[in-house]
C-alpha cells in the first residue's frame, strides 16, 4: 500500500514583528491542518525581515532556543504538524554576523534540525555576506524525518546550486524543503520556476518550495513532483498550498527514469 502525506507550503511577508509573524504562521499552519496537511514549509527570513540588508539582520538574531523557535515548537505542538521555518541565527561569537538558518520542528515541538545557508545572496546586486556569515559548506547535509519521507534542508539561493540538492539526495532526502526570498527583477520568475522543477527532475524528489509575496518576492509557491509537474501552486499573493506526497510516485518515477543509479558522477 501507498504510504501518502499532505504537505503544505505558506507563502507570506514577514515583518520585524516577531509575534506578528507567528502569528501568521500560526493561522497559515491551522489552515494547512485543517485541509489536511501535516507538514509545513514557511518563507525565508519567517522571524524578522525587512526590505533592505541592514543592522536589523544583528539585532532580530536569536538562537534557536530563543523566543521564536519556542513559538513555533508550541504551534506544532497544540497542530500535530512538523514545521520547517527560517530565522537570523545568532552566532556564538560575540561580534559575529547572524546565520540565516532554517529549522524544523517536529510535531511533538522538538526540534529536529537546522541547517545554516551555506550560499549567501551576493548576486543581482545584492550582498548578502555583508551582514550573514555562511554556513560550514563542509558540514554534514540536514535531513530530518517527515513521515514516511525524508526531507531535505536548503535556501533560496542555494537552488542555484545543483551539488547542494544533490547532497540531500545522497544523504537520504526525498523530499527536499527550500524556504525562500525569490527577490522579483527581470527573468526571475521564470529562473525560480525553472530551478524549482529542474532540482525535482534531476533527483527524482518532491520539491515543496515557499517564497515571500508579491511586490518584494515572486511568489509562486509550489509543490513539485519527481516528474518536475506542479502539483499545487500560489501566484503572487499570500495564502496556503496544499498537496499529497505519494512515496509510490516516487517509486515508480526512479524505476521509470533510474537516473540516480545511472549517473556517473558523485558529489565531493
Known sequence: MSEFIACAVSQFAPTLDRVENLETLG???????????????????????????????????????????????????????????????????????????????????????????????????????????????????????????????????????????RRLVDAGADVLAVPAEWVRGPLKEHHWTTLLQARAIENTAYVVAADHPAPIGVGRSAIVDPRGIEVSALGSEVGVAVAWLDAQTIANVRRQNPALELRRYGVA
Not at 61 to 81: M, N, R, Y
Open 27 to 165: 493561522e497559515h499552519a491551522a489552515l494547512a491542518v485543517s485541509r489536511g496537511a501535516t507538514i509545513l514549509v514557511a518563507p525565508e527570513y519567517a522571524a524578522a525581515f525587512d526590505k533592505e540588508p541592514g543592522e536589523w539582520m544583528r539585532e532580530h538574531a536569536e538562537p534557536l532556543d530563543g523566543p521564536f523557535v519556542a513559538g513555533v515548537s508550541q504551534l506544532t505542538a497544540e497542530l500535530g504538524i512538523t514545521i520547517i521555518a527560517s530565522l537570523l541565527e545568532r552566532s556564538e561569537e560575540p561580534d559575529g554576523k547572524p546565520y540565516n538558518t532554517v529549522f524544523a520542528v517536529g510535531p511533538e515541538g522538538r526540534l529536529l534540525g537546522s541547517y545554516r545557508k551555506v550560499h549567501l545572496y551576493d548576486a543581482f546586486g545584492a550582498g548578502e555576506s555583508e551582514w550573514l556569515q555562511a554556513g560550514d559548506a563542509d558540514a554534514a547535509p540536514v535531513v530530518v524525518d517527515g513521515g514516511p519521507f525524508r526531507i531535505g534542508l536548503q535556501t533560496c539561493y542555494d537552488l542555484r546550486f545543483p551539488e547542494v540538492s
